[in-house]
């Protein structure tokens, strides 16, 4: 009995620990700014649907056109990997940083700052897993 309990408590504790360190591309992601439960199926987010290719292609054309390598602007560069999920959420939902206050983000829409939101989202720094069918090849 005691053996099981042992056994028991080992795998809880291997569990917590793979569940905090590895994250698998997250399905869902709660938005604060709409208070909604964003589904981001793979169906959508499927590199050549539109969903997907508005938020890759408007982080590129505007995000990165600040945040790029040596860009001569005084902004950091960012890319995908830059934050955790959470943390990107953060960015979205605070608008705090100096950009989103300034009216840098005002070229995009509601809607596209969204789709932006669920890209990094989805490819943040702590979603990597070498395991999901998504990402291996
Ligand atoms: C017109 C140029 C410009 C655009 C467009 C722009 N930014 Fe910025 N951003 C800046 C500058 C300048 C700063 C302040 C310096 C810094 O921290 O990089 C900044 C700061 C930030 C920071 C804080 C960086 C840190 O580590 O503290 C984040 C995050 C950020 N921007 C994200 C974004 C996102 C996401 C977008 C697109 C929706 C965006 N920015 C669009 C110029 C821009």
Redesign the pocket.
């Known amino acids: 009995m005691l053996r099981i309990i042992w056994f028991f408590c080992v795998s809880l504790v291997a569990l917590a620990f793979v569940a905090t360190t590895i994250q698998a591309r997250p399905g869902k992601r709660y938005d604060k700014t709409t208070n909604t439960c964003r589904i981001l199926t793979s169906a959508k987010l499927n590199w050549n649907s539109d969903h997907w290719g508005l938020g890759a292609k408007?982080?590129k054309e505007?995000?990165k056109?600040?945040?790029s390598r040596n860009n001569g602007?005084?902004?950091?560069f960012?890319y995908m990997e830059?934050?955790s999920s959470k943390g990107?959420n953060k960015?979205?939902a605070r608008k705090r940083?100096?950009?989103?206050r300034?009216g840098?983000?005002n070229?995009?829409t509601a809607e596209e700052?969204l789709v932006?939101n669920d890209y990094?989202y989805r490819n943040a720094n702590d979603t990597y897993d070498p395991n999901d069918a998504d990402t291996c090849g």
């Open positions: 408007k982080f505007v995000c056109s600040c945040h602007k005084g902004a950091k960012l830059s934050f990107w960015v979205f940083k100096k950009c989103a300034d840098s983000w070229v995009l700052l932006v990094l």
